[in-house]
């Protein structure tokens, strides 16, 4: 006897991995589930993703700019020319 074979949509794949529908969507283009299919529907094209390919999945490293470093200390901001805004000497 053949074993059923469960499929996940892009969205109940994201909640498992705390990625969004559309990282998934990218994930799968990208051929990081190797069973994944592409399926077309009245709706447009979804993605089924077998649940046999989430056993040890690791999502990738994100890439792209590291974030800026935060500044040790914030020092205020001096006045280049003395007085009031808008007075002329």
């Known amino acids: 006897m ?7 949509t892009t969205a109940e794949v994201a909640q ?5 529908p559309i990282t998934v969507r990218l994930w799968c283009r990208r051929g990081l589930f190797p069973h994944a299919r592409e399926v ?6 979804v993605w ?3 649940e046999s390919d989430l ?3 690791e999502p990738p490293k994100p890439t792209g700019r590291p ?17 009031k805004k808008g007075s002329k000497k």
């Open 2 to 8: 053949k074993e059923e074979l469960t499929e996940l």
């Open 55 to 57: 056993k040890g999945f």
């Open 40 to 45: 077309q529907e009245s709706r447009g094209s």
């Open 67 to 83: 974030p800026k470093p935060k500044p040790a200390e914030t020092v205020p901001a001096t006045k280049a020319r003395g007085g």
């Open 48 to 50: 089924r993703i077998p």
């Open 16 to 20: 498992r991995t705390g990625a969004s």
